[in-house]
């Protein structure tokens, strides 16, 4: 089975540009999740969907992160236009409903690193 | 979500066993306790979970006493490959839509 994957791996932008990034999860979960790190800091929580309903926004740093999942399935975080402290990686995970004695285990993809000049 | 302590970084030899202790006085009932690891340039990586006593997977041992006020990460003779950050949290895993609240993680240096 296929885990969470990411496109790109890496991009480079300038200030001012906009920048989309991309998360497949895992083909029958849910519950989709982006999470970053900026430089020498903690990796911090973004934002949940359920299927394509956003959940909780709650860790979206400003306006200019905008996240969708259309048809619940794959998800894209768009910045713009992006600043210098956007840049670092940012991660995507994804979870099925527990179910019964089951918990909620996030299952990461690699990341994107995104840097911004 | 609980706060958890852990050491900043731990060194070690190949072939060894690794136990990382983590804190977290104010878990709560409804809390479990998840690890995950993380290599360079990659995603945390979920290594294994649990409420109370003890849980063993292929790959790492947790204990937890019967306080759950800290638990140990127990990797058996632990390889070149193991270095990586590991990271100790604790929420309410049994719900959907937890955020992951992630510490600094301890950073296991194994040497042959």
């Known amino acids: 089975e296929a885990g969470v994957t990411q496109f790109p791996s890496h991009s480079v932008i300038e200030k001012g540009q906009t920048v989309t990034l991309r998360c497949d999860p895992i083909?029958?979960?849910?519950?989709l999740y982006w999470y970053r790190r900026v430089m020498g800091k903690e990796i911090k929580f973004l934002l949940h969907f359920v299927k394509e309903s956003k959940q909780d926004e709650s860790g979206m740093p400003n306006n200019r992160f905008l996240a969708e999942r259309t048809g619940g399935t794959y998800s894209t975080l768009k910045v713009q236009p992006a600043e210098l402290e956007d840049s670092g990686v940012y991660f995507c995970a994804s979870s099925q409903d527990p179910a019964g004695t089951s918990t909620d285990t996030q299952y990461f993809g690699p990341g994107t690193r995104l840097t911004v000049l | 979500l609980a706060k958890t302590t852990q050491p900043i970084s731990m060194d070690s030899y190949e072939g060894q066993e690794v136990n990382i202790t983590c804190s977290h006085n104010n878990i709560a009932t409804n809390d479990y306790i998840t690890w995950y690891q993380q290599f360079p340039s990659q995603g945390p990586r979920f290594i294994i979970q649990?409420?109370?006593t003890k849980v063993t997977n292929e790959v790492a041992s947790l204990f937890i006493p019967a306080d759950r006020k800290s638990s140990t990460l127990s990797l058996p003779r632990v390889s070149l490959s193991d270095t990586a950050v590991y990271y100790c949290?604790?929420?309410?895993?049994?719900?959907?839509?937890?955020?992951?609240?992630f510490g600094k993680g301890t950073t296991l240096s194994v040497s042959s």
């Open positions: 949290l604790v929420g309410p895993f049994n719900q959907a839509g937890t955020a992951l609240i």
């Open positions: 083909s029958g979960h849910d519950n």
């Open positions: 649990g409420y109370k």
